[in-house]
Nanobody, 114 residues
Framework: QVQLVESGGGLVQPGGSLRLSCAAS????????MGWYRQAPGKQRELVAY???????NYADSVKGRFTISKDSAKNTVYLQMNSLKPEDTAVYYC????????WGQGTQVTVSS
């Protein structure tokens, strides 16, 4: 069993920053990749960014240059630094880990509004 615990969401003004964290625990010794997806009201869940065990990263076009994903392998933790936030970034952000199958966190709300 794998558990993902997210933290760091909240309310921020446009142009502001937030950092999300996701700590993985359970029966894993390594992961193929960890990352973040988001789902806005009335929209499908979409990939935001992921990082592989080897350190390769991938970002959605809409967040390139504003968001940075990083990891602490010793802690099985992944971070998402979000800068220059826009109202359209408002969504529930879900942590994802792929290790033979997909695991999901419970989600954390990010609201960008003045």
């Amino acid at each position: 069993q794998v558990q993902l615990v997210e933290s760091g969401g909240g309310l921020v003004q446009p142009g502001g920053s937030l950092r999300l964290s996701c700590a993985a625990s359970g029966r894993i010794s390594r992961f193929s990749r960890m990352g973040w997806y988001r789902q806005a009201p009335g929209k499908q869940r979409e990939l935001v960014a992921y990082i592989t065990s080897g350190g390769s990263t991938n970002y959605a076009d809409s967040v390139k240059g504003r968001f940075t994903i990083s990891k602490d392998s010793a802690k099985n933790t992944v971070y998402l630094q979000m800068n220059s936030l826009k109202p359209e970034d408002t969504a529930v952000y879900y942590c994802n880990l792929y290790f033979a199958t997909d695991y999901w966190g419970q989600g954390t709300q990010v609201t960008v509004s003045s």
